[in-house]
C-alpha cells in the first residue's frame, strides 16, 4: 500500500511538474500576443543614426529566426529610441528580450555572450512595429548590434548588425 502511494505521488509530482514545463515552453506557440502597432511619438524631433535588418542567423535551426528593419533614433533632447519596423518578426518562444551590443555580425550565442550588452526588456510582440527607449545616459555610439535573446534557454533568437 505504501509503495502504491509513493509511485503515485512520485508520478504525480513528475507528470505535474513535466506539464507545466511543456506548457511554459507550449504557450506561446499557441496564445502568442497580437502583433504590435506601436508608433514613434514625434517622429519629426527625431534622427535615424543607424539602420539594421535582422536576420536568421542559423538557417537550419527553423525555430529561431528573425526578420523585418530597425532604426536607432537619437531625439534632440538625448532621448534615445529603438524601433522595430511594421515588417518585424521572429519565431515565438518564452521570456525573449532585446539587447544592445558592442559587437557587429552576432551570428551564434557565443558572440553574444562575449558582447557587452543592455538588456532593453521583454520583447512584447513576436511581430510588428515596436519602440524601446535606450536607458537615459547610454552612449549609443559604440552600438554595432541590436539581439533578440532568449533568456529562458540561453539562445540566439536574431541579431542585426547596425549600418551607421
Known amino acids: 500500500m505504501k509503495k502504491t502511494i509513493l509511485t503515485a505521488l512520485i508520478g504525480l509530482i513528475v507528470g505535474g511538474g513535466g506539464g507545466f514545463?511543456?506548457?511554459?515552453f507550449i504557450y506561446?506557440?499557441?496564445?502568442p500576443p497580437p502583433p504590435a502597432m506601436e508608433k514613434v511619438e514625434n517622429r519629426e524631433e527625431k534622427t535615424v543614426v543607424a539602420t539594421g535588418k535582422f536576420i536568421h542567423?542559423?538557417?537550419a535551426d527553423p525555430v529561431h529566426?528573425?526578420?523585418g528593419g530597425l532604426e536607432v533614433l537619437k531625439g534632440e533632447t538625448g532621448g534615445n529610441l529603438i524601433h522595430l519596423k511594421p515588417d518585424f518578426k521572429v519565431g515565438?518562444?518564452?521570456?525573449?528580450?532585446?539587447y544592445l551590443a558592442d559587437k557587429a555580425k552576432i551570428m551564434n550565442s557565443a558572440d553574444f555572450k562575449a558582447a557587452k550588452k543592455i538588456d532593453l526588456g521583454k520583447l512584447r510582440a513576436f511581430e510588428g512595429s515596436q519602440v524601446y527607449p535606450v536607458p537615459k545616459g547610454t552612449d549609443i555610439e559604440p552600438v554595432k548590434s541590436v539581439v533578440i535573446w532568449c533568456k529562458e534557454f540561453n539562445v540566439l533568437i536574431s541579431?542585426?548588425?547596425l549600418q551607421k
Open 159 to 161: 541579431p542585426a548588425t
Open 21 to 24: 514545463a511543456i506548457g511554459i
Open 92 to 98: 515565438p518562444g518564452p521570456r525573449f528580450h532585446i
Open 65 to 67: 529566426y528573425g526578420k
Open 28 to 31: 506561446p506557440f499557441i496564445f
Open 57 to 59: 542567423a542559423n538557417p
